[in-house]
C-alpha cells in the first residue's frame, strides 16, 4: 500500500460532497477549523480540483477557472522534460510537429532537437524521447526544441484552449518522478490566484491513458497532503482508480503505452518513469519555454498559457525562435 493512501481518504472526508455551482466559481472554498499537521499556505482553504482524462476535455472546460495546470504525459515526454531540466538544460520548448522543430533549427538560437514518432527517434533529431538520453553531458546549458506524439501536444491544446488576453495559469509539467514538488508547486500558485488546479492528461492518440490517470492520482494524494480538496468529477474518478492501483511499475508497464515500449526494448525508461517524488524539478512555461521553476534560466515572469508558435501574448520577449 502506497503511503499517501491515507491522506486521500482523510481529505475525501474532509470534503464530502462536490461543490455546488456558487462554490465551484472559485478554486477555494473555506472550510471548518480542525488543525492539519502538514498544512501548507493556504490550507484553512479547499482546493477545488480536477483531472481532464484527455486533452480534448479541454475544448469544453474554461480555464480561467484554474490558477494552475500540469500537463501529465508519465510515458514518456514529462518524465523527459523534468529528467532534461534536472540535468541542467537552459528550456524545453514543447512544439507540435518535426516540422516546426527544424523552423527553430533554422533560427539563430543553437538547439538540440529530441522527439519521437511511433516511439522512436525522429530521423535527424539529436536525441528522441527516452529520459536516460538527456544526461548532464549532453543537455546541460542547452535549448531543446521537443515533439513527442502526445505530450507535447497536450501542452499545445492547453496553450490553445487558454483565455484570449493577458495571463492565464501558470502551466507546469508534472510526472511520477517529481509528483510530490509538482503538487507543491501547484498547490501554491493556485491558492495565490484564488482558483483551482487541473491536471491534463495527455492520453494516447486520443485514447484514455492508464498510466497517466495513475500520475494523476499520485498527484492529487500529493495535493491533499498540503491542504483539503474539493474535487470535481475527473479527480474523484482517478482518484477512485488510485485507490485500487498496483505497484507504478506494474501501473506503467501492463499500460498500452507501457506494452508498447515493453516490446521496444525501453525496459529502463519504464523503471526510470515510475520512480515517485525523486526529483524536486518543476517544468513551468516562462515566455513560452519550460524552464526549472526557480531555477538559473527562469526570470520569475508571470507564466500562465503566455506562448503561442514562439511568440509571447503576456508581454514576455519570446526567445530567439523560428520567425
Ligand atoms: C508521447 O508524447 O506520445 C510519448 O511521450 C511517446 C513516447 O513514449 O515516446
Excluded at 76 to 99: D, M, Q
Amino acid at each position: 500500500m502506497r503511503p499517501h493512501r491515507a491522506v486521500i481518504a482523510r481529505s475525501m472526508l474532509e470534503v464530502g460532497t462536490p461543490p455546488g455551482p456558487g462554490r465551484r466559481a472559485h478554486g477555494l472554498v473555506a472550510v471548518g477549523g480542525g488543525a492539519r499537521p502538514q498544512a501548507a499556505e493556504g490550507a484553512d482553504h479547499a482546493l477545488f480540483a480536477d483531472v481532464a482524462l484527455l486533452p480534448t476535455e479541454l475544448e469544453h472546460m474554461p480555464l480561467d477557472r484554474f490558477g494552475a495546470v500540469a500537463v501529465i504525459d508519465v510515458l514518456r515526454a514529462t518524465t523527459t522534460i523534468v529528467a532534461a531540466l534536472e540535468n541542467g538544460a537552459r528550456g524545453v520548448v514543447p512544439v507540435a510537429t518535426p516540422g516546426e522543430a527544424y523552423a527553430w533549427r533554422a533560427a539563430a538560437e543553437p538547439v538540440l532537437l529530441g522527439g519521437e514518432r511511433g516511439a522512436k527517434r525522429i530521423a535527424g533529431f539529436d536525441l528522441g524521447n527516452s529520459p536516460l538520453e538527456y544526461v548532464r553531458e549532453r543537455v546541460a546549458g542547452k535549448l531543446i526544441v521537443l515533439t513527442t506524439t502526445n505530450g507535447t501536444l497536450a501542452f499545445r491544446r492547453v496553450l490553445a484552449a487558454g483565455p484570449a488576453g493577458g495571463p492565464g495559469p501558470e502551466l507546469i509539467a508534472a510526472c511520477l518522478r517529481n509528483a510530490q514538488a509538482a503538487a507543491r508547486h501547484l498547490w501554491q500558485r493556485a491558492v495565490s490566484s484564488g482558483r483551482g488546479v487541473l491536471l491534463v492528461c495527455a492520453g494516447t492518440n486520443g485514447w484514455f491513458s492508464a498510466e497517466d490517470a495513475y500520475c494523476a492520482s499520485v498527484l492529487l494524494d500529493c495535493l491533499a497532503a498540503c491542504g483539503p480538496l474539493v474535487p470535481g468529477d475527473g479527480a474523484r474518478a482517478v482518484m477512485r482508480l488510485g485507490a485500487l492501483a498496483a505497484p507504478p511499475m506494474e501501473e506503467l508497464s501492463n499500460s498500452r503505452h507501457g506494452q508498447t515500449l515493453l516490446r521496444l526494448g525501453f525496459d529502463a525508461d519504464i523503471d526510470y518513469c515510475a520512480q515517485i517524488s525523486v526529483s524536486e524539478t518543476v517544468p513551468r512555461f516562462n515566455a513560452g519555454v519550460l524552464v526549472a521553476a526557480d531555477g538559473p534560466y527562469d526570470t520569475g515572469s508571470p507564466a500562465g498559457v503566455p506562448c503561442v508558435d514562439g511568440e509571447s501574448v503576456a508581454g514576455e520577449p519570446a526567445p530567439a525562435g523560428p520567425a
